[in-house]
Nanobody, 125 residues
Framework: QVQLVESGGGLVLAGGSLRLSCVASGRTLSTRAMGWFRQAPGKEREFVAAINPWSGFSTHYADSVKGRFTISRDSAKNTVYLQLNSLKPEDTAAYYC?????????????????WGQGTQVTVSS
């Protein structure tokens, strides 16, 4: 089992920044791709970013966040981060960390096997 706990969400003005963290306990994350997803009220959960456990820690981003968000991981701390810059009101959502079975194959949320409880990000205009 893997337990994931997110933190770092909050209320921020448009144009501001936040750094989300996802700490894992239980099994190591070193062999798993990690992803961030978000879900706004009344909308489906959507992919935000993902990072592979190897392949040079290759990363993938949703078009809507490219150039603004950065995903990274610290294997020694079993932690994944999401740096959110130039935030927009449309970025408002609950943000979830998730762990894949292994290397990233798809950004479909259904492929990720472990999920955190989420952290709320609210961007005011």
């Amino acid at each position: 089992q893997v337990q994931l706990v997110e933190s770092g969400g909050g209320l921020v003005l448009a144009g501001g920044s936040l750094r989300l963290s996802c700490v894992a306990s239980g099994r190591t994350l070193s062999t798993r791709a990690m992803g961030w997803f978000r879900q706004a009220p009344g909308k489906e959960r959507e992919f935000v970013a993902a990072i592979n456990p190897w392949s040079g820690f290759s990363t993938h981003y949703a078009d809507s966040v490219k150039g603004r968000f950065t995903i990274s991981r610290d294997s020694a701390k079993n932690t994944v981060y999401l740096q959110l810059n130039s935030l927009k009101p449309e970025d408002t959502a609950a943000y979830y960390c998730a762990a894949d079975r292994g290397e990233l194959r798809t950004i479909d949320p259904g492929a990720f096997v472990y999920w955190g409880q989420g952290t709320q990000v609210t961007v005011s205009s």
